[in-house]
């Protein structure tokens, strides 16, 4: 897939493969089970699997899970259903708790060779330790605690104390015996274990089997170690960390991948942080963590948005060392180029206006071709049109103005594709609103030479046809920003306060023509068909996806019933910026 080639990593490209023996790439993509996955680790989905793709290496789903507090199944089985919604397979699924007995022996092992020890310290003892003064300030003189030179022995042995209950939180810890003198923090004699209390300590998988739990800087290089990893991939914050990763590899002889980092994807104009969702979604102010105006990868799912236009995103930014910041809706622009030649097109009236085409019969009902696209090369279809014709509340002014050219008393306007058009005569309105309620018209008949004056414009419309089915009704959500500014979290009242009241149109009497059922029948898209091995979408064929013409993108919501169908605009036509 030549997609991940340009830009990508080009410093790791260069590298050979870790060693001679290690032929095939191995990379894994880690998630913490603890939320449900966003934006930014499209990215790092994408580095990873993309690579492994690249190379024709594999790259396995890892569930980082060694901190019990907050992970949960719902989570194991929601991450995995949306690294497969992009479009990728894991190779094997694997959980840093498979390893767990076998971290706890190579603890052991560290110990014996004097590369770890049992530490009792407090956290301001040991920040002092590592010259932080009580006031935060930095670069103090670093020293040893006196456990760090206690005998190998004792240290092994309360290590199997700490294993065993004897200690509560905080009062004993594995530390890795390192190298204060080195410039990099990393290597201050890093935690290795910590005991987590009794609410805390409960594992999802392994249950009450452990009271202290191996920290990141320990688990996840052994991890990788003991997967055959070739290259373990991290964003650029953990740079600092490849020299503790390393470390502890040599230190323990065991098989050595190498860490590369590529940067971070940070995106502006929302949030992402679980506390803050959890926060939205309470109060309400979303439907729920899938909401389509959410960034996370289940909300965009729901929202339409094609999983390949995820991945071109991703690679359109690039998959380099630097730190990518970006407003969200540099999305939306992705995913309109990508829709607009893989999707087809129908008519939608999201505010019906009704209009009655006076002289014709009260039974005329004449069919009329419609593309699905641009031009007839994704197929046609027909549609009845019939006396009465829905047109959008907006195309119609009851004054009419030289700079307007669509429908108002006296003027014409196309109805799309239909044989003639219509000028409106009159029109009535609701004697206590006053909003008009329907237009009368007549058709513009053909000039002395025969021919019909082509309208200076063309509006949707879809007819009523009870016998044709049409029209189709719908509820039509069309989704806005959720938040006024580009960065809601820094709102002096907090991001709440920045929530954008106009976050969410519903349109309730929007009607849908009857080419819907055509393209619901035939999902996915021919034209989408063509990548379904690697859009995912092959996961969720059911996935609907049109333009209305002149209204936006769309898709269906997943809570529509039998009875009542749900739109979700994905993208308007044309950014509004
Ligand atoms: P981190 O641990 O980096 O804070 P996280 O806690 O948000 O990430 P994890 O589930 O631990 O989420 O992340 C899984 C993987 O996705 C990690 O390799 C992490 O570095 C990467 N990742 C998370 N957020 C981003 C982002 N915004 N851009 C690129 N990669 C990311
Ligand atoms: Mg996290
Ligand atoms: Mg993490």
């Known amino acids: 897939d030549s997609m991940f080639k340009v830009g990508f990593l080009s410093d790791v490209y260069e590298e050979k493969p870790v060693s001679d023996t290690v032929q095939k790439i191995v990379t894994r993509f880690p998630p913490e089970p603890n939320g449900f ?147 990099n923090p990393q290597m201050w004699d890093l935690f290795a274990y910590r005991i987590l209390g009794e609410e805390e300590s409960h594992h999802f998988r392994t249950g009450d089997k ?29 740079e600092l960390s490849r020299v503790s990763y390393e470390w502890l590899c040599d230190k323990l002889e065991i098989y050595k991948p190498m860490q590369r980092e590529y940067g971070r994807l940070n995106v502006s104009g929302t949030v992402l942080s679980k506390r803050k969702i959890v926060q939205l979604v309470k109060e ?40 990518t910041n970006i407003q969200v809706t540099r999305l939306e622009q992705t995913v309109r180029r990508y829709l607009e030649v893989t999707v087809p097109r129908l008519m939608v009236v999201l505010e019906p206006l009704k209009v009655v085409i006076d002289e014709l019969p009260d039974d005329h009902v004449e069919m009329v071709d419609l593309p699905f696209g641009k031009d007839e090369s994704f197929g046609t279809h027909t549609v009845p049109l019939s006396k009465t014709v829905y047109i959008e509340r907006s195309d119609f002014r009851e004054e009419d103005s030289p700079d307007y050219f669509r429908l108002a008393p006296g003027k014409s306007v196309g109805l799309f594709r239909a044989p003639y ?29 025969g021919k019909i004056k082509r309208p200076k414009a063309f509006v949707h419309w879809v007819a009523e046809a009870p016998a044709q089915g049409s029209p189709l009704r719908a509820e039509v959500r069309v989704s806005n920003q959720l938040f006024k ?45 063509g990548e379904k091995e690697q859009t995912g979408d092959s996961v969720r064929p059911e996935t609907v996806r049109f333009q209305a013409m002149r209204v936006g993108y769309f898709t269906v919501d997943r809570e529509t019933t039998d009875d009542k169908l749900i739109l979700n605009r994905i993208v308007s036509l044309k950014s509004s910026a």
Request: net charge negative; charged share 30%.
């Open 485 to 529: 500014s580009d960065d809601p979290s820094a709102h002096p009242q907090g991001f709440l306060a920045d929530i954008n009241p106009d976050s969410e149109e519903i349109y309730p009497d929007a009607m849908v023509e009857t080419g819907f059922k055509d393209i619901r029948a035939s999902a996915p898209w021919p034209k989408e068909g």
């Open 421 to 449: 058009p219509i000028i409106a005569t009159s029109y009535d309105k609701d004697p206590e609103t006053g909003a008009v309620i329907c237009v009368h018209a007549k058709l513009e008949k053909p000039g002395e030479d």
């Open 37 to 183: 996955l966003h934006i930014g680790h499209s990215k790092a989905i994408a580095v990873n699997f993309g690579f492994a793709r690249y190379h024709k290496g594999d790259c396995f789903l890892r569930f980082d899970d060694t901190n019990p507090q907050g992970e949960e199944a719902k989570y194991f089985i929601a991450i995995e259903e949306i690294v497969r919604w992009l479009g990728f397979s894991p190779v094997r699924i694997t959980n840093a708790s498979d390893n767990f007995d076998r971290l706890y022996e190579l603890a052991e092992d560290l110990i014996q060779r004097d590369g770890a020890y049992v530490c009792h310290c407090t956290k301001a003892e040991i920040k002092a330790q590592r010259g932080e003064s009580a006031e935060g300030t930095r670069g103090q003189a670093r020293y040893a605690c006196t456990h760090r030179s206690r005998p190998i022995d004792e240290s092994l042995q309360e290590f199997r104390a700490m294993r065993d209950g004897k200690y509560k939180p905080g009062e004993a810890a594995l530390r890795m015996k390192q190298d204060l003198e080195d410039p």
């Open 284 to 323: 309400g102010h979303v439907r729920d963590w899938d909401d389509p105006r959410l960034y996370t990868l289940i909300a965009l799912r729901r929202r339409g948005i094609p999983p390949r236009a995820i991945l071109n995103f991703v690679n359109e930014l690039g998959v380099t060392k630097a730190k």
């Open 210 to 238: 452990w009271k202290i739990y191996p920290t990141y800087d320990f688990a996840h290089c052994l991890c990788d170690s003991a997967e055959g990893i070739t290259h373990s991939l991290c964003t650029t914050e953990f």
